[in-house]
């Protein structure tokens, strides 16, 4: 059974810096795409970025570019997410999310919303 656990969220003021990390267990990690999504209040879940299993490609959401870095660790089983420039926008649960599948891409991974789901981590960014 895939388990997924997030940890780094917290309160910063805007403009300020947090990192998220994800571990992973459960199958081969380095083999499946990873993701971050995340969830604001009275809003759908929606994608923030996606990394393959190489770390070589990565996709973000808009919103997101140029601030946000996605990455990952394959010998510590581990998915990061480093937040820069974050906005009050920003505030909402982070997830982390790992593919049912096999041989998912990252590209998939961001416009589909069947995953393994962490427990979430919530970031507060105030004004």
């Known amino acids: 059974q895939v388990q997924l656990v997030e940890s780094g969220g917290g309160l910063v003021q805007a403009g300020g810096s947090l990192r998220l990390s994800c571990v992973a267990s459960?199958?081969?990690?380095?083999?499946?795409?990873m993701g971050w999504f995340r969830q604001a209040p009275g809003k759908e879940r929606q994608f923030v970025a996606t990394?393959?299993?190489?770390?070589?490609?990565?996709y973000y959401a808009e919103s997101v570019k140029g601030r946000f870095t996605i990455s990952r660790d394959n010998a510590k089983n581990t998915v990061y997410l480093q937040m820069n420039s974050l906005k009050p926008e920003d505030t909402a649960v982070y997830y982390c999310?790992?593919?049912?599948?096999?041989?998912?891409?990252?590209?998939?991974?961001?416009?589909?919303?069947?995953?393994?789901w962490g427990q979430g981590t919530q970031v507060t960014v105030s004004s």
């Open positions: 990394i393959n299993p190489s770390g070589s490609s990565t």
């Open positions: 999310a790992a593919p049912l599948r096999p041989f998912t891409t990252a590209q998939s991974m961001a416009v589909a919303t069947n995953h393994y």
């Open positions: 459960g199958r081969t990690f380095s083999t499946y795409a």
